[in-house]
């Protein structure tokens, strides 16, 4: 059986820490995508050093391209729709800290049950 790498490890503690940093944002987040068409998407960046990177609209067809622009090594990027509510954007970032936090608990099970 293998073990998970110390980065894979560390992963969803960062993943929480960049969504503390998205959720500290997300009355910006929000306004930004008040701007958005229905044909745009804006997109949230954290950086590796958990400061914001800024949010900005982007033409859907353009998101992939765009993305590595945005987003550099050990970065976070984040998805919004148009119009989303502070609410909204609020529960985006409480779901993506539940969900880093059950991906570190089965790492944790499975890490104990190895050995």
Do not use: N, Y
């Not at 969803?12 to 944002?25: C, D, K, S, W, Y």
């Not at 914001?52 to 998101?63: C, H, M, Q, V």
């Amino acid at each position: 059986m293998s073990t998970f790498s110390k980065e894979a490890f560390e992963r969803p503690f960062h993943t929480i820490q960049a969504v503390g940093t998205l959720r500290e944002q997300a009355g910006a987040i929000s306004s930004v995508t008040m701007e958005a068409r229905e044909d745009e998407i804006v997109v949230a960046v954290v950086q590796c050093d958990l400061s914001f990177g800024g949010a900005w609209i982007i033409a859907r067809e353009d998101l992939a391209r765009q993305i590595d622009l945005m987003e550099g090594q050990g970065e976070w990027s984040f998805t919004f729709s148009p119009h989303t509510s502070l609410a909204e954007v609020e529960e985006r970032c409480f779901q993506l800290t539940r969900i880093a936090f059950k991906r570190w608990e089965v790492m944790q099970r499975r890490t104990s049950r190895q050995g």
